[in-house]
């Protein structure tokens, strides 16, 4: 008697469960008002987006890539969000998420084809535009869609629920919600990022077009799997797939060709044909968790490098607002009351622990070295920070009273060294922050200047590559504006990273007779360029011996600090054993 009371109560607990599970789903199609009519009607709709053959679609993917395309590179927001209305793949990806719910292979099937064929022609079509185009830089639009995070996985989710309910509903209001569903989950302009990564891999650049290509292709397999996933549940918790429902599928099957075409390809290859129903809930499920859950390893990642940007910044604010209110407390008006200065302009930088302070004063009475250092101490003070943690770079521009009302005060014209200094001290804060196109990094600048007033800046770059004369105009335009001088010119001068290789006698320390020269060129460019490093890359041959190596790394050592006066602190030595020959590498200290 005992043993039949264990049997029943699984099973009353199966049941009841199963009771509970229903009324949830009837309550929520009751909700949205979706009728066995109007699942009907969307299980079909559905299957009719998946097609290949509509001659209408493929305009709007075609269309939508050039536009959204065309909106990456021009850097426009309004021509990317006009390529996000169109949003074609939406109907294909809710498709595969009803596949799913249901267990219908054959629509599973034919919209994986459909998005497969879908995806080729969008990318394929950026890059032909990317070639085409005489200027291929990085914009804002593309940079912002190369590091997605979980936030644009939560987005996705959120999208994807509401646009299965959009799409669900038949009430005319919700219609209101489909353009917004679109632009919020971008399906385009990813694709089209990634068009544009391998279009610049095969013209310019192999590593960074591969690194862009990369970040737009996560960024569209999150919102195609976060889609997918929602709508799954969406349609699970309608419950769509009734006998009713399977009928009128059924029935329009057989009078779609298409349809008919893979049902007679699915007869042809017995394993799909029997497997044409997944009826396991569990192993439906599992295909798209599992990517869900992999995705979230890159996109935790760049997540946390994006709150670390985000911290970074926040702290920056609060130090500027301590150094703004310093600044008007102690140091705006002179000890009679009256103004003596006017702050124009102020700028905080955290760089590694270095706190940068920048300020711009037009004032009547310049700022003694004392007032300076005070003002430094008690901005450090504030901080918590010492006072050696912060430097204060402050161009004072000499004016009048600048309308104090009170009274006119005759001021010292400043010395011409004081004017270069000033002027100095604004061309390194203006420069010292301008943005290379990758993989190039600002190494240091010269100023030059003739008595025609004309204003050169010759700027020092390391990369693999030279800039693009499109990213070279838009550089000197830049500076221009930063500088606030219309005639300045920019002069850019390559350092390529692989310096160069060093050939030594053999079974010796003797550097050969070309070998000197190249570390001649090695040596002045250090010399020139204090920031600066060299990494020198050994491999030990066969038979030669780690006393060899050692004096031959003693040899490059000496040579650079005897002619060229380089300290030892800024030549690295490593070992690789893939390389064939002594290699030497330029990187930047990042102090």
């Given amino acids: 008697m005992s043993e039949v009371s264990a049997n029943r109560h699984p099973q009353k607990t199966f ?29 079909v709709e559905l299957s009719k987006a998946a097609t290949l053959k509509d001659f209408v679609y493929w305009l709007q993917i075609f269309f939508a890539a050039g536009i959204a395309t065309l909106g990456l590179i021009l850097n426009s927001p309004a021509v990317i969000i006009g390529a996000m209305l169109i949003s074609p793949l939406m109907g294909p990806i809710l498709a595969s998420g009803l596949a799913l719910a249901t267990g219908d292979l054959i629509l599973g099937v ?17 890059v032909v535009l990317v070639a085409l185009l005489p200027f291929k830089e990085m914009t804002a639009e593309i940079a912002g869609r190369t590091s997605p995070t979980t936030l644009d996985l939560f987005i996705a989710l959120f999208s ?30 990813p694709l089209c990022v990634v068009g544009y990564g391998i279009g610049l891999a095969v013209s310019l650049n192999r590593a960074e077009g591969i690194n862009i290509a990369t970040g737009g292709g996560l960024l569209f397999i999150t919102n195609l799997v976060a889609i997918t996933f929602t709508a799954m549940i969406v349609f ?25 075409w893979w049902q007679h390809l699915f007869k042809r290859i017995p394993p799909l044909e029997h497997a044409r129903e997944i009826r396991s809930f ?36 609060r130090m500027e607002r301590t150094a703004l209110y310093l600044w008007k407390e102690y140091f705006e008006r002179a000890q009679n009351g009256d103004i003596r200065s006017y702050l124009d302009e102020i700028s905080v930088k955290d760089n590694d622990g270095k706190v940068e302070v920048y300020l711009r004063v037009f004032d009547n009475v310049s700022y003694t070295p004392t007032e300076r250092s005070e003002y430094v101490r008690l901005l450090a003070s504030h901080l918590d920070r010492s006072a050696d943690s912060i430097a204060l770079q402050m161009v004072e521009i000499p004016t009048s009273a600048r309308d104090t009302r009170t009274r006119q005060e005759r001021v010292t014209p400043p010395s011409v060294a004081q ?129 060899l190596v050692e004096e031959r790394r003693k040899t490059i ?26 290699t030497c590498r330029f990187f930047l200290d990042q102090r």
Wanted: net charge neutral; hydrophobic share 40%; glycine share 4%.
């Fill in 110 to 126: 034919r919209t994986a084809v459909n998005l497969i064929f879908s995806c080729l022609g969008a990318v394929t079509f950026a």
């Fill in 557 to 582: 050592a000496d040579y650079l600090q005897t002619n060229w006066q380089v300290s030892l602190d800024r030549i690295v030595f490593s070992d690789n054993p893939e390389t064939e020959n002594i």
């Fill in 236 to 260: 699970l918790l309608l419950r769509i797939d009734t006998r009713r429902v399977r009928e009128k599928l059924e029935a329009w099957r057989n009078q779609d060709r298409e349809s008919l």
């Fill in 15 to 43: 049941f009841k469960t199963r009771r509970i599970t229903v009324r949830v789903r009837d309550w929520f199609s009751g909700s949205l008002g979706v009728g066995p009519e109007r699942k009907e009607e969307l299980y």
């Fill in 282 to 317: 569990p192993l439906r499920m599992s295909m798209v968790v599992i990517p869900l859950v992999v995705i979230l390893i890159p996109l935790t990642q760049s997540f946390f490098q994006l709150q670390e940007e985000i911290t970074k910044k926040q702290l920056e604010n």
């Fill in 160 to 189: 994807g629920a509401i646009g299965s309910i959009a799409i669900c509903r038949e009430v005319k209001g919700v219609v209101t919600s489909i353009p917004g569903v679109a632009i919020a989950v971008a399906l385009m302009p």
């Fill in 419 to 547: 004017l270069q200094a000033s002027f100095l001290q604004r061309v390194q804060f203006a420069l010292r922050d301008l943005r290379l196109p990758p993989p190039a990094r600002q190494v240091d600048y010269q100023i030059t200047t003739d008595p025609s007033g004309s204003f050169r800046v010759h700027l020092s770059y390391l990369s693999e590559r030279e800039i693009g004369a499109d990213a070279q105009d838009l550089l000197a335009e830049s500076v221009k504006a930063r500088l606030s001088y219309p005639t300045a010119t920019l002069a850019l001068e390559r350092i390529p990273t692989n310096a160069a290789i060093i050939s030594f006698e053999r079974d010796s320390a003797t550097l050969r007779t070309n070998g000197a020269d190249p570390l001649a060129e090695i040596g002045r460019r250090l010399k020139e360029h204090p920031r600066l490093q060299l990494e020198v890359t050994f491999k030990k041959q066969n038979g030669e011996s780690d006393e």
